[in-house]
């Protein structure tokens, strides 16, 4: 165990990546000589070199279909997308490129890339450069999506992600790459779609990926003073769900708070949402209760800004609605 | 290998060409029969681009198609039977009926594959030759791209990264004049498109699209040099689209003029000329003879074929979670 920041975390997957398997590199803007604009690819490119580690020009919509090929023929491409707000530019590369070729060439290809990305607002960054789009990249067949809140699971499902046979969509949050935590040393993997118990409880539970599971903590704390014993689970992988999880913790809560940044309207709160009803409507005692951020842009003022975001109360006061 | 075609090289690149037009050929009549489903694209006209590129390939380099990909794929060395059994649906198809004749792939045989996005053939050929340079491989990766393609943004981007790391691969560029509809006079400015080839800093040659043997010469050259690890050049082939953007248009808007002029230059006839020679009629004939028996044995068995049981696509787990 080591005590370390979420980005250097990733920093050491990828290190301990690039060191036990040569076909793994990455690429991607600002990555190399700067080491990453949240210093996640720091010391790599002086350690492996610049035929793994390279700098590219700013050709997102290319770079990601370049990675679902390269992946195709031998090689397992690590590829950083600087802010989720820029993988619009990449969608045609995962939506008609590698969601399909496994299913439509009958098994005689794979696609095991990795696609990084951060988004998340609070930071200040403004409308281009603040959002969640977890539903963007969820909907889409054939390829996984995870979301670590921590440290630990920032190492362990990045392994996990680059070893892969399918493409991965890898979601950090910029207000996280500074959070410390205990990470495990070595070849720490964490299994995609398993979900975390991030804190128990027995009134409500609270299902929520990456910043979303830390408001939760301390939503839960603030429904503590209150006698409400609220659960957190931290989802971790967006897709595929670990729906077991999510049965199980209603079946001993029966009710339901679903968090998600991004837009309410078509998000991946309305998802987990209609996916409890398909699991667990039998054990629910009230509707479930969906905290998101409204659908508009993201506006700059930190006062603007603070409004929109989800955060502890907004969750607590969900969680209070459940229980009515 | 030489950049010239040996005698027997250009009779094989003849067959293919041959096999290439007798599948188009029985393609629109079983289109008009109603025996084939959504639309097809037919290359007829363009058999050269196809079959002379990759004819300079190796095996196991990598070709990557477009929508109008059917001579890419029998100059590939891909079977016709499994071709035609693809474009019917059929469970013997290269992909089990599961892709269409837009989309076939042959892993085996490095054709990953044909491309429906117009312009996505160029940055996953150039991502193919990233992969190849990674691994420090001797293969190559080839994209045929049209002149429609070279107004997308990716491929400016393509181009640019390949030329910028010296990637492996050959830029195809299949001039047909059409977009769609669209002649290319009202989608670019410039009639040679091959001239950008400057800004990436990259080689370039115009080559007419229409003589086989000219296009194997120019990626003969341009493989070695990828191969050699000099980086990435641009061919443009001169052609035309004689047959229409897919069974499905109406037509009105090319001139049939300019269509019978290009018919005159027919690929077929331009290679005949230069084997007659060499190879004698009797020859040609008897290859010609055996390449359209052989496309009419493939498609009656294509068409006698089982169709495909639908299943869901279990090896995933982010699919298998369908219920």
Not at chain 1, 184 to 204: C, H, K, L, N, S
Not at chain 1, 217 to 235: F, N, P, T
Not at chain 2, 131 to 144: G, H, N, P, T
Not at chain 2, 164 to 169: A, R
């Amino acid at each position: 165990m080591a005590m370390m920041r979420y980005a250097e975390a990733l920093n050491a997957a990828l290190r301990e990546e690039m060191q036990r398997d040569d076909r793994v590199f990455v690429f991607g803007e600002d990555i190399g000589t700067y080491g990453g604009v949240f210093k996640v690819t720091k010391g790599l490119l002086e350690e492996f070199g610049p035929m793994r580690v390279r700098d590219t020009p700013i050709s997102e919509q290319t770079l990601t279909a370049m990675a679902v090929t390269a992946a195709m023929t031998g090689t397992r491409p690590v590829l950083e997308i600087m802010y989720a707000d820029f993988m619009p530019l990449s969608l045609d590369a995962l939506i008609n490129q590698a969601s399909i070729y496994e299913y439509i060439w009958n098994g005689q290809v794979q696609m095991p890339f990795v696609l990084r990305t951060q988004g998340g607002g609070g930071a200040g960054a403004g409308a281009q450069h603040s959002k969640s789009l977890d539903a963007l990249v969820a909907h889409i067949p054939g390829i996984k999506v995870v979301a670590p809140a921590t440290p630990a699971d920032a190492k362990g499902l990045l392994l996990a992600a680059i070893r892969d046979p399918q493409p991965v969509v890898f979601l950090e949050h910029k207000l996280l790459y500074n959070v410390r935590g205990e990470v495990p040393d070595g070849d720490y993997v964490v299994e995609i779609g398993r979900a975390r118990t991030a804190r128990e409880g027995t009134d409500v539970s609270i299902f929520a990926t990456s910043k979303m599971v830390v408001e939760a903590e301390k939503a839960a704390e603030l429904l503590a003073q209150e006698g409400i014993s609220a659960e957190v689970i931290d989802l971790r992988t967006l897709r595929p769900l670990d729906t077991e999880a999510i049965r199980a913790s209603i079946a001993k809560t029966h009710h339901a708070v679903v968090v998600n940044e991004g837009w309410r309207f078509c998000g991946y709160a309305a998802e987990l949402s209609a996916t409890i009803m398909d699991l667990a409507f039998d054990e629910l005692d009230a509707p479930v209760q969906r905290v998101t951020m409204p659908d508009m842009p993201v506006p700059y003022s930190e006062r603007l800004e603070m409004a929109v975001l989800p955060d502890a109360a907004k969750i607590a006061a969900a969680a209070r609605r459940a229980l009515e | 290998m030489s950049t010239t075609p040996t005698l027997e090289q250009h009779l094989e690149m003849y067959r293919r060409m041959i096999v290439t037009r007798r599948l188009e050929e029985r393609i629109g009549e079983l289109h008009k029969a109603g025996k084939t489903r959504g639309p097809i694209h037919r290359c007829d006209g363009q058999e050269a681009v196809g079959v002379g590129a990759t004819a300079a390939l190796r095996e196991d380099d990598h070709v990557t198609s477009t929508h109008r990909g059917h001579a890419h794929y029998i100059g590939k060395g891909l079977d016709p039977h499994r071709v035609m059994a693809e474009i019917m649906g059929r469970s013997t198809g290269y992909c089990g009926g599961r892709a269409g004749h837009m989309l076939i792939a042959d892993a085996t045989q490095g054709m990953l594959g044909g491309n429906a996005i117009v312009g996505a053939s160029i940055p996953a050929a150039t991502g193919m030759a990233l992969s190849f340079q990674v691994l420090k491989s001797s293969r190559i990766a080839l994209c045929f791209f049209g002149d429609g393609a070279a107004q997308t943004g990716i491929c400016h981007e393509s181009m640019n990264i390949a030329a910028l790391w010296k990637l492996p691969v050959v830029f195809m560029l299949e001039h047909n004049e059409y977009g769609l509809t669209v002649h290319h006079t009202a989608q670019s400015p410039v009639a040679d498109l091959s001239t950008r080839a400057a800004g990436y800093g990259m080689p370039s040659e115009i080559v007419d699209g229409n003589n086989a043997v000219a296009v194997y010469e120019a990626v003969a050259r341009a493989a070695e040099r990828a191969r050699r690890g000099e980086g990435p050049s641009l061919i443009e082939a001169k052609t035309y689209r004689v047959e229409g953007f897919s069974t499905s248009d109406m037509g009105g808007y090319q001139d049939p003029h300019v269509i019978a002029q290009w018919k005159e230059r027919d690929p077929i006839l331009v290679s005949h000329a230069l084997l007659k020679d060499d190879a004698g009629e009797a020859r040609l004939q008897h290859i010609k003879d055996d390449a359209i028996q052989e496309v009419d044995r493939a498609i009656e068995q294509a068409l006698a074929d089982p169709l495909p049981e639908f299943e869901l696509f279990a090896p995933s787990a982010a699919y298998s979670e369908v219920k």
